[in-house]
């Protein structure tokens, strides 16, 4: 019933579907893995960025707090008056609104660096077990039609009809 080139016409394009299949595979795995790790080096930029940010910030304040105390100084106030008590004060509380600003900057950036990674990782082509499955068959069908044994298959249901 089926010749030797029928079989091995049908194998080869068995092989070169399973292998077009399993190269699929993979590069969907490295299309995944260069997302995953883009978005770990953005991640990491923002956590550096934000942590410059508040460090820059702290040491602002510190400077802040010292011109006061030196001016306060300066002038014969004591440090423990209301006046210089209220300003030093101030300083702290708008040091610590930038740095609650500069913390949800960083979890909204985090936001959106996770939320492009997963759009792009949407978009990555996978195939899927019955996809492959019947990518291969299609190819081994076409193959055996289009084979000596495969045609006289055809043409005998074909006189049939």
Do not use: W
């Amino acid at each position: 019933m089926c010749d030797p080139v029928s079989i091995g016409v049908t194998a080869l394009a068995v092989a070169t579907s399973t292998a077009q299949v399993v190269s699929q595979a993979k590069a969907a795995k490295a299309q995944t893995k260069a997302i995953l790790n883009q978005r770990e080096v953005m991640l990491e930029e923002n956590r550096r960025a934000a942590s410059a940010e508040l460090f820059d910030r702290s040491r602002e304040a510190r400077r802040e707090a010292a011109r006061i105390r030196t001016a306060a100084g300066e002038a014969g106030l004591s440090l423990t008056s209301g006046s210089v008590e209220a300003m030093l004060m101030d300083s702290a509380m708008q040091q610590e609104l930038a740095g609650d600003r500069t913390l949800a900057n960083y979890e909204s950036r985090n936001r959106a660096t996770n939320a492009e990674a997963e759009s792009m990782l949407s978009h990555v082509q996978k195939p899927t077990a019955l996809g492959a499955g019947l990518t291969i068959a299609g190819s081994a069908a076409e193959a055996y039609i289009g084979s000596p044994s495969g045609k006289k298959l055809s043409r005998k249901y074909i006189d049939r009809a």
